[in-house]
């Protein structure tokens, strides 16, 4: 597979005080797909309207913590449930001028990166960690995965294993067990044609309102032939909040930016992101796997459900390569009490996408 994540130092910005919640909460998707034994198996391309991210576990019913990086592992396994606490003041923002030209810089990047030979499957590896709750215990866990798609209507791979998995504490969340978490082997399951690599199943209000699913290499290049086409794929109302593009992009970057598109839809999607005046830049930051990029987060009231965390985005801009998602805790309290300020607590980082012509020979999940 080529392109592994990049680690590599950029712009000279000093990194600003994460001063104000942005934590993401809305909620939205669970799509996927099951295998003939009935294996829960959901993307991580479901997402909530506004901030992160995003992924797939597979298994049965338990709990996971936090925010951006993991609502959508929530949606994703029936009866998972999302926690998060309180909302935080605003804090003075950092202008937004500097998000805006950075994130120009990634866009031109990405629109200079030359269009990938093609292979059988496209393939995304990623790492994800954070805190989940299985049968009335408390873990941390760092998990990765591999997507593995061969286009509309034909097969697709999810694989999986468990980095690690450190027991905290007893909790009053009673998920389920589930074998697929305790698995320290890859071990791969195979998804319903053509599931991955969707936009997001909308929730809205309205029954029956929702916009059908789009294949993501339907999407458009080009800053305005992207915006109409994403008009046409948010409802007026996704889950009862009024959602514009650029909150939807951010929320979903990850999805499309790695996801097997062209370098102008690429580009396209920094450029709309740059037009958002809530969009503002902390600087200079390492991501959970030490890499170093630019963070981007969105002005809290450009989100009218904000937490005790904020949504980033971390880019390379010298490449137009998205690094990571994660949360950065601002308030440490509830499930987080023992968390200080400023970490991150749930990522979701990005290791490598592109063309690859095979899926590894890994055995089937144990499903007990």
Do not use: C
């Not at 950092?94 to 059988?120: D, I, K, T, Y």
């Not at 909308?202 to 029954?207: G, I, L």
């Not at 916009?211 to 999407?219: A, E, M, W």
Request: aromatic content about 8%.
């Amino acid at each position: 597979m080529d392109e592994l994540g990049m680690i590599v130092s950029l712009l000279d910005e000093e990194p600003s005080a994460h001063g104000e919640r942005d934590g993401r909460r809305r909620l939205v998707a669970a799509t996927a797909a099951a295998t003939a034994a009935g294996t829960d198996a959901s993307r991580d391309r479901r997402r909530r309207a506004s901030i992160r991210p995003r992924f797939a576990l597979f298994g049965s019913r338990f709990a996971l913590f936090g925010g951006f990086g993991l609502a959508g592992a929530a949606a994703a396994v029936a009866g998972a449930v999302l926690l998060s606490s309180g909302t935080t003041p605003r804090a003075p923002d950092p202008s937004g001028s500097a998000g805006s030209r950075l994130m120009l810089a990634a866009a031109e990047s990405a629109e200079r990166q030359p269009v990938r030979s093609h292979g059988r499957y496209w393939a995304v590896m990623e790492q994800r960690g954070g805190r989940l709750a299985e049968a009335g215990k408390e873990y941390d866990f760092v998990r990765q995965t591999g997507s593995y798609d061969a286009g509309p209507g034909k097969q697709a791979w999810y694989t999986s294993r468990m980095v690690s998995k450190r027991y905290l504490r007893p909790t009053g969340m009673k998920g389920a067990r589930s074998a697929h978490l305790d698995s320290f082997a890859w071990s791969k399951t195979l998804l319903a044609p053509g599931s991955l690599f969707q936009t997001p199943v909308a929730a809205t209000s309205r029954p029956g309102s929702a916009p059908p699913q789009v294949d993501l290499r339907t999407l458009p290049s080009g800053a305005a032939a992207l915006r109409s086409a994403l008009v046409r794929l948010i409802p007026e109302d996704w889950g009862n909040a009024k959602v514009n593009t650029t909150s939807w992009l951010f929320t979903n970057a990850k999805l499309i930016l790695s996801g097997p598109v062209g370098p102008g839809t690429r580009g396209a999607v920094y450029r709309l992101l740059a037009q958002d005046p809530s969009l503002k830049s902390l600087g200079t930051v390492k991501d959970a796997l030490g890499r170093t990029g630019t963070a981007f987060a969105l002005r809290a009231d450009a989100d009218p459900t904000g937490r005790d965390f904020q949504g980033q985005i971390i880019i390379d801009t010298r490449t137009g390569r998205l690094l990571a998602t994660q949360d950065v805790l601002l308030r440490p309290r509830g499930v987080w009490a023992d968390r200080k300020a400023g970490d991150i607590v749930n990522y979701d980082a990005v290791l490598s996408y592109g063309w690859t012509d095979g899926v590894p020979d890994y055995p089937s999940p144990k499903t007990s």
